[in-house]
């Protein structure tokens, strides 16, 4: 099966750090959401969509990206995703920061296998004041959950390209 990874990564590149381990465990290229055709997602069985968190929501390039993407099932079949985030807040158990994305994506006609998120490095007003906030962050630990995160999918789903 083929694999590829859509990310997001604009303020400290935390995301794309996380994107690039989960990619080699996957063999999946990293793209942005600009370098490649919303179409061009058919040709995959694996796709995972990632950006950092800005006030509790995905970047909104990632989120117009899948947006645009065409509505309901292609080939009868629904294509299979996984969703990531960085954030420098913790995620909220009650509101966590993939369900509006894994939403959009069912509408879109996905099937979510799993999500992951890691805290990183930020600078958001008004930890901006403060030299930001997680600055170590993504760190080896992280890194390492993001590789076996992507491993587990892909001994589940059988996702290589």
């Known amino acids: 099966m083929k694999a590829i990874i859509v990310c997001t990564s604009v303020s400290h590149g935390n995301t794309r750090r996380i994107a690039d381990v989960m990619g080699q465990a996957l063999e999946a290229p990293v793209v942005a959401p600009e370098e490649i055709d919303t179409a ?14 800005f006030t509790g929501n ?12 065409p509505n309901g099932e292609q080939k009868g079949q ?7 985030a960085t954030s420098g807040l913790p995620e909220v158990r009650f509101r966590p920061f993939t369900r509006p994305l894994v939403r959009l994506l069912d509408q879109k006609g996905f099937t979510t296998a799993d999500t992951f998120s890691c805290r990183a490095f930020d600078t958001w007003l008004p ?15 992280d890194l390492d959950a993001a590789r076996t995160f992507a491993e587990g999918l892909r001994a589940r789903l ?4």
């Open 127 to 141: 930890f901006k004041l403060v030299g930001g906030i997680n600055r170590a962050r993504p760190n080896a630990t």
């Open 158 to 161: 059988g996702a290589v390209s």
């Open 40 to 53: 061009e997602l058919s040709g995959y069985d694996l796709v995972g969509f990632g950006s950092g968190i």
């Open 78 to 84: 629904r294509q299979r995703a996984f969703v990531f």
């Open 58 to 69: 995905f970047h909104p390039w990632l989120l117009q990206f899948v947006r645009s993407l």
